[in-house]
């Protein structure tokens, strides 16, 4: 599949306990993006990291991009209720204008 | 802000209608872009516009045909509704902008269509 690879695909934790979701590509990227995706709604983008950076921070969240392993991880920190929802990696290829996308991973935090 | 409106958040329809999904942004973005997500198969690209009058197959484009006579409108169209095309779909908008272009995608709520 030339679709970036999400895992876990299902992650269940406790309020306070950190989250993390992890994205693997096969070609060559420009950027990777993390969106957000609340149940039955669009997607909102959370964050951005371009291939010439190796981390990056929005308030609770984290992205790590490994271009060597074509890898990314998302890390929420002190998850809260509120953060329940689908998340999805989608990469920007060098060779092309357009996402794609990742098949996301449902995250529960359990109050 | 960035809006994407569409128009219609639930459709019904039977075996064999023409259904119009609409698309409506108001960032004046030059590209815009059909999704259809299903569970397990994430959200795959049917067709996209980088301008008016202009579209691009995605990877799912059989079926389905798109229109963009405006900068901000961009319909997509199903001929003749099948069951196998019930799913969610989802329109994206984003900028050109400056290079290098971003991609960052504005989405809109989301058009869950059941066919019968």
């Known amino acids: 599949s030339q679709q970036g690879e999400e895992d876990p695909q299902a992650l269940s934790i406790q309020e306070g306990e950190n989250a993390t979701m992890n994205c693997s590509y096969k070609?060559?990227?420009?950027?990777l993006q993390w969106y957000r995706q609340n149940s039955g709604r669009g997607l909102v983008h959370l964050i951005l990291?371009?291939?010439?950076?190796r981390e990056k921070h929005s308030g609770r969240l984290r992205v790590t991009l490994d271009t060597s392993k074509k890898s990314s991880s998302l890390l929420i920190t002190a998850s809260r209720a509120a953060d329940t929802a689908s998340y999805f990696c989608a990469r920007l290829e060098t060779s092309g204008s357009r996402l794609t996308f990742g098949e996301g991973t449902q995250l529960t935090v359990n109050p | 802000d960035v809006k994407v409106t569409q128009s219609s958040r639930y459709l019904v329809k039977r075996t064999g209608e023409k259904v119009f999904l609409e698309c409506v942004q108001d960032m004046d973005h030059e590209n815009m872009f059909w999704y259809r997500q299903d569970p397990g198969l994430g959200l795959r690209l049917i067709y996209f516009s980088y301008d008016v009058k202009m579209k691009e197959k995605g990877d799912i484009p059989e079926g389905y045909s798109v229109s963009r006579e405006k900068k901000e409108r961009f319909s997509l169209i199903l001929e003749s509704a099948s069951t196998n095309q019930t799913s969610m779909y989802l329109c994206a908008s984003s900028s050109l902008g400056a290079p290098p272009n971003t991609g960052e995608l504005f989405f809109g709520e989301g058009s869950r269509l059941t066919v019968l």
């Open positions: 990291i371009r291939s010439n950076e």
């Open positions: 070609t060559s990227i420009n950027n």
